[in-house]
């Protein structure tokens, strides 16, 4: 079963101005978090995995009374911003839980599972 993995950070952590020039905390936990990832490629239950841009740079695409709009920016203050997500192809709930807590513990930040729906999905 597939599972999508929101990682979350907070946002006022996140400084666009300094955004290249990660802390030494942070390389610490990057690098648990690529043994944690070359492990789950050995075991062929990661399907693929990316680090966000940041917030500032994004683009939200609404409907208005306009019709269909693109702007800058999130759509709304938030607390939380989505900062990672991965893809993973595991045996069930247990084990989606079972990965989630490793990358909590390597990130020390929230991560959100959620069931991908399936060709078995109907609307």
Sequence with gaps: MK???LGYTPAAAWD????????????DAFAAY?????EL???GELVSTEGLGHPAVSTTVRRSPEGVVATDGPF?????????????????????VEIASRIVEALGEPV???PIMGEDFAA
């Design 112 to 114: 959100e599972i959620r």
């Design 3 to 5: 599972y999508l993995l």
């Design 76 to 96: 709304a203050e938030l607390k939380e911003v989505l900062a990672s997500f991965a893809v993973i192809d595991v045996s069930g709930h247990e084990r989606a």
């Design 16 to 27: 666009a101005a300094t955004a290249d020039t990660p802390s030494q905390d942070a390389l």
């Design 41 to 43: 490629l050995n075991t």
């Design 34 to 38: 690529q043994r944690l990832e070359k």
